[in-house]
């Protein structure tokens, strides 16, 4: 059975810092891919960056580019979302995502994905 939690949202104020985890168990051949996805208020939920466990390559939506990196922490067994230079508008919830082979983060990706965390909050704010 795969478990998937997220670790790590708060608040912070714009230009600042966070860094979310991700924990997953359980996986299976069709879990080779970690997916962060977001969802703020009102929108669609969508891709934010995505790592492939087995080669270690990386994704990212335009919007975070330069701004977010996605990385495996091997000693804590974790998927990382280190988010700098936060801005407002990446106040959101943040999911973690597994249960797909290949990297998927752009258009409704995210309906391939059967395993996810229960989220966490991200705000930005001054």
């Known amino acids: 059975q795969v478990q998937v939690v997220e670790s790590g949202g708060g608040l912070v104020q714009p230009g600042g810092s966070l860094r979310l985890s991700c924990a997953a168990s359980?996986?299976?051949?069709?879990?080779?891919?970690i997916t962060w996805f977001r969802q703020a208020p009102g929108k669609e939920r969508e891709g934010v960056a995505c790592i492939s466990i087995s080669d270690l390559s990386t994704y990212y939506a335009d919007s975070v580019k330069g701004r977010f990196i996605i990385s495996r922490d091997v000693a804590k067994n974790t998927v990382d979302l280190q988010m700098n230079n936060l801005k407002p508008e990446d106040t959101a919830v943040y999911y973690c995502?597994?249960?797909?082979?290949?990297?998927?983060?752009?258009?409704?990706?995210?309906?391939?994905?059967?395993?996810w965390g229960q989220g966490t909050q991200v705000t930005v704010s001054s």
């Open positions: 359980g996986f299976t051949s069709d879990s080779n891919t």
């Open positions: 995502a597994t249960g797909w082979s290949r990297c998927a983060i752009y258009g409704p990706a995210y309906r391939l994905y059967p395993y």
